[in-house]
């Protein structure tokens, strides 16, 4: 009875959130009481929510998708979120759905690996115990959303009533303090043709070596975004460049004295490019493989592979480049489920199928592929890979099964 909020200007700082660190140290970002309102506002207007709303969320709070996605923003809103241990999740992935069907929630999210993962579990399963014809909106972001995870989910849930117009392909980082752009639309997830890093998007059929990239939509109130070259200098749509974006839900990087920047637009690292003010990413610029001259990108590589064979594991790849003689090499290191890993010769055919396909739909052939044990991969406290991570223990030969032979011998 006797406590009085505290008046707190717009300008104040309210917390400190890190970036993921799937490419290096995580980089501190100060975000003011005016950039998450800002960023929950626009969360609010971009996924039609309100004091009815309902959500359900696994993702742990130390992650911007956990806690400014399904805890400010339902305290923004005046809505309902129920909360889910991580490991309930990973122990048994379908009980996030089944919780989402039981409290009748409007919005979930996830990466794209907890979709996948989910598909693969109902495949050929009776779904009766789960009702997605609640669902509104199941936000998928934090990493490349693919096309063939999308179609699997929204096929096998169809039998569950979940609706393709719910399947929402977003992007954002830590820094924004969440959301950047998200490509919800009521026909369902679009994707793009991608060839060489140039989007192609004359339509018509495309053939098995094509990749794909999601429409992420455009900008969402508070943030401005723009393609950037190397010289800072915007670049034409369907040009892919640095992604830099600004605006009032943008946070001030923290220096290494652990000051506050000066506030300033943010280069994100990530590759991407506009196609009528609508935002597709394509990769990493520190993640890009480099090998006789062709640019490679990771998630290409890594949605082949998992193509490739049921037994590895969704969201345990990771396509690295490896210098060799003053040039990169390919190598493709895999989380396999055990008794496939621990069978020489069911390995062997791990290696040979995830050559084959990375092959015929990206172009290359890996010098090397490296089956792991469940859980090798470094990853990031919200679950990331950390790729150069993954290729510094790899030269240090602290990976467990590298010593498997490349591939590519194996394949004749």
Not at 101 to 130: H, R, V
Not at 285 to 308: F, M, S, T, Y
Not at 331 to 360: C, F, M, N, T, Y
Request: aromatic share 4%; glycine share 12%.
């Amino acid at each position: 009875a006797e406590w009085q909020p505290k008046a707190v200007a717009v300008s104040e700082l309210a917390l400190v959130q890190f970036s993921s660190g799937s490419t290096g140290t995580p980089k501190g970002v100060g975000l003011s009481h005016g950039n998450i309102a800002a960023n929950c506002a626009a969360i609010v207007q971009t996924y039609g929510l309100d004091q009815d709303s309902k959500g359900v969320c696994w993702l742990p709070l130390h992650h911007d998708m956990g806690l400014v996605g399904h805890v400010l923003t339902t305290m923004m809103v005046g809505g309902r979120s129920t909360l889910m241990d991580p490991l309930r999740f990973l122990q048994r992935p379908l009980n996030w759905l089944r919780l989402v069907g039981q409290e009748q929630a409007m919005i979930t999210s996830a990466p794209n690996f907890a979709y996948e993962i989910c598909a693969k579990a109902a495949a050929g399963q009776e779904l009766g115990d789960i009702d997605l014809s609640c669902l509104k909106v199941a936000i998928c972001g934090g990493e490349p959303v693919l096309r063939t995870t999308a179609h699997r989910f929204i096929t096998e849930f169809s039998r569950a009533g979940f609706a393709p117009s719910a399947f929402s392909p977003s992007y954002g980082l830590a820094e924004a303090p969440l959301l950047v752009a998200c490509g919800r639309s009521p026909s369902g997830p679009r994707f793009v043709a991608a060839e060489g890093g140039s989007p192609d998007f004359n339509g018509g059929d495309r053939d098995e070596t094509t990749a794909t990239v999601a429409d992420l939509g455009p900008p969402v109130s508070g943030v401005s975004l723009r393609i950037v070259d190397e010289g800072d200098r915007s670049v034409d749509e369907e040009i892919v460049g640095e992604i830099e974006v600004s605006g009032a839900s943008v946070g001030r990087l923290i220096d290494e004295d652990g000051r506050l920047a000066a506030a300033r637009p943010l280069r994100t690292g990530d590759l991407g490019f506009l196609r009528g003010g609508h935002l597709h990413v394509v990769g990493r610029q520190k993640d890009l493989i480099i090998v006789r001259g062709q640019n490679i990108h990771p998630a290409d590589v890594e949605a082949a592979a998992l193509e490739a064979d049921p037994a590895i594991v969704p969201g345990g790849i990771a396509a690295i480049g490896i210098e060799v003689e003053g040039t990169q090499e390919l190598v493709v290191l895999v989380e396999a489920d055990g008794a496939a890993r621990r069978e020489p010769e069911q390995a062997k055919a791990i290696r040979r199928r995830v050559s084959e396909w990375v092959a015929r739909r990206v172009g290359h052939v890996p010098a090397e592929v490296v089956v792991l044990r469940l859980g090798a991969l470094p990853r990031t406290s919200s679950g990331k890979v950390r790729r150069f991570e993954a290729a510094e223990l790899l030269r240090s030969g602290a990976l467990a099964g590298q010593d498997q032979r490349s591939p590519a011998s194996e394949i004749a």
